[in-house]
């Protein structure tokens, strides 16, 4: 096969993208409105692991799955590991929820009661205890603290809180094991967030240690940001600790990465590749954090993380020696054209040859439509309680 885009050049850096699922994205969501049922929904967290094999299985994209603890309690994690392991995957990334207790209506981690603040440092050293079991690294903090009303809460005394909670939980994790703190501009929150931005969740966590990190989720920053300038300054800070993906055309939409906005996609990944957050001894984790409220979910997944895939293709096609040249001439127009045109490659035909030579479908989406699996799971698991979002 001939090879104009210089596709052969990147395989070795494209072999080593790997894209966590959440386990969440397999069961029913929607939104405030009505949540779906769907056929073939899992009824168990195994069902959901099962799911998530079959996304690695056809694209090899996936070897990892996210759990967020209590939605995803079992009574052996150990049990679940070897479980998942037989499948092909691992378990990964545990995300803690202090979001739906009634406790936690003024805050958890901030709260103005130390009782309940003590409660919510207790649900992350269980999930520290879930780490231990499935060889979990990552603990992903998310809160959804905040205030509504001007006044209603006292903005420093809560930053303050947060920070001693924060190390307490910290001064816990392994030394193989990090702390990823998510951070959001809104919601359920909307007066403030506690930890709305970048830079708060930055401040947060190089006041814990070198093992605390900062998870960027796409979905979570205002209309016109540029996250890539984010991604850019957290690499170099040493401080990106994860992506959530999802795509967005309001706010925290959660719908399939790059179907809003590949372009946006692809020039994240320029600046991961360009940072060294695709090299061999990169440590950021990349991770769906999606839900599939009227497709089926399944193939929203593949079709997600092949998204990541196609993006990152194209971005480590860009000519960086020719692109440093234009830039340090200051030629504006000949820069652009030269991103540009690496944006507008197409590299399917060759990511569909390339995944042949290494075993697997050249389309994955329709490998699954064929497989058979969606007719099975929405015959077999007809009983029992079907899953949804929380
Ligand atoms: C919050 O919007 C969030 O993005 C956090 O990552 C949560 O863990 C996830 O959604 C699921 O609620
Ligand atoms: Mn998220
Ligand atoms: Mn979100």
């Given at each position: 096969m001939t090879d104009p885009s210089g596709f052969a050049a990147i395989t070795s850096q494209l072999e080593r993208l790997a894209i966590e699922v959440p386990s969440w994205a397999y069961g029913n969501s929607g939104t405030r409105f009505k949540v779906f049922g769907s056929a073939g929904t899992p009824r168990s967290v195994e069902e959901k692991i099962a799911d998530a094999a079959v996304v690695n299985r056809l694209?090899?994209?996936?070897?990892s799955v996210a759990l967020h603890i209590p939605w995803d309690l079992v009574d052996d994690y150990t049990a679940l590991r070897s479980y998942a392991e037989d499948l092909g995957v691992a378990l990964g990334t545990i995300n803690s929820n202090t979001f739906q207790d009634d406790d936690y209506k003024l805050g958890a981690l901030t709260h103005t009661d130390k009782v309940v603040r003590q409660k919510a440092i207790d649900h992350h050293f269980e999930c520290i205890d879930v780490m231990h079991a499935t060889g979990s690294r990552d603990l992903k903090v998310w809160l959804a603290e905040g205030s509504?009303?001007?006044?209603?809460?006292?903005l420093r005394g809560r930053q303050d809180r947060l920070a001693e909670s924060l190390a307490t939980i910290y001064e816990r994790i392994g030394e193989d094991q990090r702390l990823v703190l998510e951070y959001k501009?809104?919601?359920?929150?909307?007066?403030?967030?506690?930890?709305?931005?970048w830079g708060t969740s930055y401040a947060q966590v190089v006041a814990l240690g070198e093992r605390a990190m900062v998870c960027l989720d796409t979905g979570h920053h205002a209309p016109g940001t540029n996250i890539e300038f984010i991604v850019m300054q957290l690499l170099r800070l040493g401080r990106l600790g994860s992506f959530d993906f999802n795509s967005r055309f309001y706010a925290d939409d959660d719908l399939i990465v790059g179907a809003a906005d590949p372009f946006q996609l692809f020039r994240i990944m320029a600046e991961v590749i360009r940072g060294g957050g695709l090299d061999a001894d990169s440590d950021v984790a990349f991770m769906l954090d999606q839900c599939h409220n009227i497709e089926d979910k399944i193939p929203g997944q593949i079709r997600s993380v092949l998204n990541v895939q196609e993006m990152t293709a194209r971005a480590l096609l860009i000519d960086r020696d020719a692109l440093l040249v234009a830039q340090q001439d200051g030629d504006v127009l000949g820069a652009h054209e030269i991103y540009i045109d690496a944006f507008s490659t197409d590299v399917r035909p060759a990511l569909a040859a390339w995944r042949e030579e290494r075993g697997l479908p050249a389309s994955p989406m329709r490998a699954y439509a064929e497989s058979g699996y969606q007719q099975e799971i929405e015959e077999s698991r007809r009983g029992g309680t079907q899953l949804s979002w929380n």
């Open positions: 694209t090899g994209l996936a070897p509504n009303y001007p006044g209603q809460a006292d501009f809104f919601e359920p929150a909307f007066y403030h967030t506690d930890v709305p931005d």
